[in-house]
T-cell receptor
């Protein structure tokens, strides 16, 4: 089952913050986050493992709540370069190989 | 340069004509996978491979075949393409363990 991402799309002005959520109906082992710019391949941002950890990557961070089977991606003080489609990818067991991606959240940052 | 190379980038073909999309990685990754991307549906996994001669079905394997005879190569074969296989295809590779994937540049396939 594909994880559900919300919102489906969001428009921000430079400097604003955003949160993208990823929910699963099955127990999660880990969550991947990727960003895809228009016409390009997805690029890996970070991976979160069981344990409710939070990770950071410049002004982009993420949390993982295994009890709620959810992960959230936080973008703070957004920049134009943050524009793109964000995908979460979920792993349902200890196998790191089978990653099931959500349908994506399209983020547009405007001046 | 560490990369995943897919060929061709663009392909237009006719229904029923067998085709192969190649994927090669130079990072010695054990894991390789194929995804298709369609508007509104995100990335859906077709097949994946955990090592040479070890492959398994993803979520949408019907109409596709793969093989992993060498660690670096993971070709996607469409024996009898149909119009519903028109899509953007991505190959990805990664190390065993909790690491992210590296994606190829994509192959845009049109079946008429």
């Amino acid at each position: 089952q594909q994880p559900v991402q919300s919102p489906q799309a969001v428009i921000l002005r430079e400097g604003e913050d955003a949160v993208i959520n990823c929910s699963s109906s099955k127990a999660l082992y880990s969550v991947h986050w990727y960003r895809q710019k228009h016409g390009e391949a997805p690029v890996f941002l970070m991976i979160l493992l069981k344990g409710g950890e939070q990770k950071g990557h410049d002004k982009i961070s993420a949390s993982f709540n295994e009890k709620k089977q959810q992960s959230s991606l936080y973008l703070t003080a957004s920049q134009l370069s943050y524009s793109g489609t964000y995908f979460c990818g979920t792993v349902f067991s200890g196998g790191y190989q089978k990653v099931t991606f959500g349908t994506g959240t399209k983020l547009q940052v405007i001046p | 340069e560490a990369q995943v190379t897919q060929n061709p980038r663009y392909l237009i073909t006719v229904t029923g004509k067998k085709l192969t999309v190649t994927c090669s990685q130079n990072m010695n990754h054990e894991y390789m996978s194929w995804y298709r991307q369609d508007p509104g549906l995100g990335l859906r996994q077709i097949y994946y491979s955990m090592n040479v001669e070890v492959t398994d079905k993803g979520d949408v394997p019907e109409g596709y075949k793969v093989s992993r005879k060498e660690k670096r190569n993971f070709p996607l074969i469409l024996e009898s393409p149909s119009p519903n296989q028109t899509s953007l295809y991505f190959c990805a590779s990664g190390m065993q363990g909790a690491y992210g994937y590296t994606f190829g540049s994509g192959t845009r396939l049109t079946v008429v």
